[in-house]
C-alpha cells in the first residue's frame, strides 16, 4: 500500500489570508450597526443626518431644506455640484477629527444658521455622529436659546461618541463660545 500527502499540513482548516476579506465585510457591517446613519431634527431650521446622494438631495429641497452643511474635511465637489444643480446651497465646514471647532468654524455656521435666506438647513457628516451632532447643538443653542449643558446632553444622546479625545472637548467648546453662539458676546473694554 502506498499513502499519498497532498501537503505537508494535515490541517484542514482556512488560512487567515483567505479569511482576511472575510473579516473585513464583518467589521465594516458591524461598524455600520454601532454607528447607524440616522438622521433627525432640532427644529424646523436645522436638521442633521448622513451625506445625501442626489435623490436624498431631491427629497430634502421637497421638504423645504435650503443649505446642505458639509462638517467633512474633504470637500465633495460632485455632491457640491449636484446639490447646486437641484437648488439648494452647499457650504463646507471642514472640520477634523484631531480638533476641535474653532472659532473660524462656529462663525462660519452661525452665518449660516442666522441667515434666513439659508434656513432650514441639513447638517452631515459620513455617519451624521460626531461632528454632526456638534453642529447640531450649536444649532440648537443659535435658535432655541438651548444652554451649553443642554446642548452638550444633545449632543452625547444623539451619538457622539464622547470616549474620544477631541470630541470630548466639543462640551467646552458650546461652554466657552456660548455667548458667542447666542449673540450676546461681552464687549471688551477696546470695543467700548
Avoid at 447607524?36 to 431634527?41: A, H, I, K, N, Y
Avoid at 446639490?83 to 477629527?97: D, K, M, Q, R, S
Wanted: charged share 25%; net charge positive.
Amino acid at each position: 500500500m502506498r499513502s499519498l500527502a497532498l501537503s505537508k499540513s494535515t490541517d484542514s482548516r482556512i488560512g487567515f489570508e483567505q479569511r482576511l476579506p472575510v473579516y473585513f465585510i464583518l467589521m465594516v457591517l458591524a461598524c455600520f450597526a454601532l454607528t447607524g446613519c440616522r438622521s433627525g431634527q432640532v427644529n424646523e431650521v436645522v436638521h442633521w443626518g448622513p451625506i445625501p446622494n442626489a435623490k436624498k438631495m431631491v427629497k430634502l429641497k421637497e421638504e423645504g431644506i435650503k443649505t446642505i452643511v458639509n462638517c467633512r474635511l474633504n470637500r465633495l465637489p460632485k455632491l457640491e455640484a449636484k446639490a447646486n444643480e437641484i437648488g439648494l446651497n452647499w457650504v463646507h465646514i471642514p472640520t477634523g477629527l484631531f480638533l476641535p471647532p474653532g472659532d473660524e468654524e462656529i462663525t462660519a455656521f452661525l452665518n449660516v444658521v442666522n441667515d434666513k435666506s439659508m434656513t432650514p438647513i441639513y447638517i452631515c457628516d459620513q455617519v451624521a455622529r460626531d461632528r454632526t451632532q456638534f453642529y447640531a447643538a450649536v444649532g440648537g443653542m443659535a435658535t432655541e436659546k438651548w444652554p451649553a449643558e443642554k446642548a452638550s446632553k444633545a449632543m452625547y444622546l444623539n451619538g457622539l461618541r464622547h470616549w474620544w479625545p477631541w470630541f470630548y472637548k466639543y462640551k467646552e467648546v458650546v461652554k466657552e463660545y456660548e455667548p458667542q453662539i447666542h449673540g450676546t458676546e461681552r464687549k471688551t473694554a477696546e470695543a467700548l
